[in-house]
């Protein structure tokens, strides 16, 4: 069982840059691929970028393309969220989300979930 605690959320004004973090405990942290979703008022759940176990291999949503970049400490089972260049359309709940292998964009293929942390963004 693996369980995720996300940190670093807040309020930023538009063109500003915040950096989410997701602390994991139980389970072999370097098996596990790490994503980050984000989920605002009224719409489903969006994948914002994924990163495999052994940190080599990444993907991003189109929306944070170039603004977004994920990394990971497995040293430190933590995975980072580096957000650059913010946007008042990225406001949302940011949840950290692992499963085993490899880095789906899919809600439904990730096994453990964090609680979220709230990223608003004001123009």
């Known amino acids: 069982q693996v369980q995720l605690v996300e940190s670093g959320g807040g309020l930023v004004q538009a063109g500003g840059s915040l950096r989410l973090a997701c602390a994991a405990s139980?389970?072999?942290?370097?098996?596990?691929?790490m994503a980050w979703f984000r989920q605002a008022p009224e719409k489903e759940r969006e994948f914002v970028g994924g990163?495999?176990?052994?940190?080599?291999?990444?993907r991003y949503g189109d929306s944070v393309k170039g603004r977004f970049t994920i990394s990971r400490d497995n040293a430190k089972k933590s995975v980072y969220l580096q957000m650059n260049s913010l946007k008042p359309e990225d406001t949302a709940v940011y949840y950290c989300?692992?499963?085993?292998?490899?880095?789906?964009?899919?809600?439904?293929?990730?096994?453990?979930w964090g609680q979220g942390t709230q990223v608003t963004v004001s123009s």
């Open positions: 989300a692992a499963r085993p292998g490899l880095v789906p964009t899919n809600v439904g293929e990730y096994n453990y």
């Open positions: 139980g389970g072999t942290f370097s098996l596990y691929a």
């Open positions: 990163i495999s176990g052994g940190g080599r291999s990444t």
